[in-house]
C-alpha cells in the first residue's frame, strides 16, 4: 500500500493559477496546430513514465457566455469519453466543470478529431466502475482525491448526433 504524501503548500501559491492557466493556452495553441502530436499525451507526474492521453474540451462560460479550451486527461469506455475534475486536489472544483454542469452540450478535440458530445457527471456507480480505470491512467488521480475535501468528479462525454 502507497503512502500519500501530504498535500503541498506550495500548490497554494497565488501564483500558480495563473501559470497553468498561460501553460495550459500554450497547450492548447500548440495541440490544435499539430493535431495533437505535441501536447497529446501528459507526461508530468505519475504521467513521466506512464504517458496519459490528452484531449481539448471546449466549455462556455455559465456566466460570461465566452467559449474557453481546457486541455484535459481522458480515458475512453466504449463510445464515450471520461474526464476527472480532479483540478490537482484543489478544494473546489474547477471551472470548466462548473460551466459543463450549466452547459453540458459541447465539443472536444482528440488528436485532429472533433466530436460533439453530451457531459453528465457519472454516479456513485458509475464513478466507482470508472475510478480504478483513472487510477490505472493516471496514479496521481488517487492522490489528488486524498487531498481533496471533496469527492472530485468524473465526467462522462457521451457522443452528440446531429439530430439531439
Known sequence: MTTIPPRPKQLDSPVLPKIFKYAGRAQVWVY?????????????????RKPVPTLLLEHRG?????????????????????????????????????NLRANP????QIGRDIREVHAITADPQQRARLWPHLVDAYADFDTYQAWADREIPVVILRPRNSSN
Not at 499539430?34 to 513521466?48: D, E, N
Not at 479550451?69 to 469506455?77: K, S, V
Not at 452540450?105 to 472536444?108: G, L, Y
Request: charge should be positive; charged fraction near 20%.
Open 105 to 108: 452540450d459541447t465539443r472536444i
Open 32 to 48: 490544435r496546430r499539430t493535431g495533437g502530436r505535441i501536447g497529446g499525451k501528459w507526461r508530468i507526474g505519475a504521467g513521466f
Open 62 to 98: 455559465r456566466k460570461s457566455g465566452t467559449t474557453h479550451t481546457t486541455p484535459l486527461l481522458y480515458i475512453t469506455d466504449g463510445a464515450d469519453t471520461i474526464i476527472v475534475a480532479s483540478q490537482g486536489g484543489l478544494p473546489k472544483n474547477p471551472q470548466w466543470y462548473n
